[in-house]
Nanobody, 119 residues
Framework: QVQLVESGGGLVQAGGSLRLSCAAS????????MGWYRQAPGKQRELVAA???????NEADSVKGRFTISRDNTKNTIYLQMNSLKPEDTAVYYC?????????????WGQGTQVTVSS
């Protein structure tokens, strides 16, 4: 089992910045990749950015150049640095971990953190 705890959301004006954190605990050695997803009201949950265990990253086109995903292995934590925020970035942001088990893959989600960008 993997537990994920997010923090860092809040209210910010357009053009501002926020940094989200996601701390993993439990069977962290089984984690293959982690990522950030977001879900706005009335919309499907979408991938924002992901990072693999070997450090490879990818970001959604909508956030490229503005958001950066990173990790601190000593703290078992990933981060999402969000700059130049826009009102359309308003959503609940979720952390997700993909873990490899003997039976295949398991996926874990955090509880979510609200990000609200005012115009």
């Amino acid at each position: 089992q993997v537990q994920l705890v997010e923090s860092g959301g809040g209210l910010v004006q357009a053009g501002g910045s926020l940094r989200l954190s996601c701390a993993a605990s439990g069977a962290i050695g089984s984690i293959k990749a982690m990522g950030w997803y977001r879900q706005a009201p009335g919309k499907q949950r979408e991938l924002v950015a992901a990072i693999t265990s070997d450090g490879s990253t990818n970001e959604a086109d909508s956030v490229k150049g503005r958001f950066t995903i990173s990790r601190d292995n000593t703290k078992n934590t990933i981060y999402l640095q969000m700059n130049s925020l826009k009102p359309e970035d308003t959503a609940v942001y979720y952390c997700k971990a993909e873990a490899i088990t003997r039976l295949g893959r398991d996926y874990y989600w955090g509880q979510g953190t609200q990000v609200t960008v005012s115009s």
